[in-house]
């Protein structure tokens, strides 16, 4: 059986993402000019593989990460699967010390194995791993398709790397992950391995003029 590349990558940047608040599933965010340099770069760093379909999630700044390749002329699909976590009604707002507290109930909680335990009016990570499933069977079963790109979100991300890989979800915080840092995964006889984990290498050349406006911002 032939190998199939796997290639994951979060979305670039968005405003909410700067400022810290939470966007989960309901915030329907474009990137911001730092995610479009963010998705460029990584378009210039990967523009030689030859990607036969892109599957990005049902939210805009997912396919906005992916236009580069999609301008290309690469078919791609949209799916729901894909989105991010639910977090309820904390989402596109400033965190409060009350949200902070319920979220350290929650990783309390799905650390000690309860992967059912969510907010109001959330989502579990049971419920995302079940619907990320399915939409994996659906990727995997396009048996012609060698090279594929996924563009996800923060958490999607970490849960879809931990169910492909057989990890229990308890260890999901181990795959970490920024703005369009890329998972690399080979799959092949039913079973996945890591190649590339958070590799970031594309935008180092972003971080280091991100670094030096601020540096110089403080500096006068």
Known sequence: MATKHIYIIRHGETDFNKKGYVQGNSIDSNLNDLGKEQANAFFEKYKHISFDKIYTSSLKRTHQSALPFINT??????????????????????????????????????NNGNYDYKLDDAESPNEVAD??????????????????????HGRAMKILVSLLMKEPLKNMDQYEHSNLALYHLAYNNGKFRI??????????????????????????
């Open 195 to 220: 190649i590339q984990g958070n590799d970031t290498r594309h935008l180092a050349h972003i971080t280091k003029k991100e670094h030096a406006l601020k540096s110089n911002i403080i500096n006068h």
């Open 73 to 110: 002329g690469i078919p791609f699909e949209s799916h729901a699967g894909l989105n991010e976590i639910s977090w309820g009604e904390k989402e596109g707002r400033p965190l409060t010390d009350q949200d902070n507290l319920n979220h350290a109930k929650l990783l309390s909680e799905w």
């Open 131 to 152: 619907r990320q499933n399915k939409t994996m069977q659906h990727i995997l079963s396009n048996t012609d398709e060698k090279n594929v790109l996924i563009v996800t």
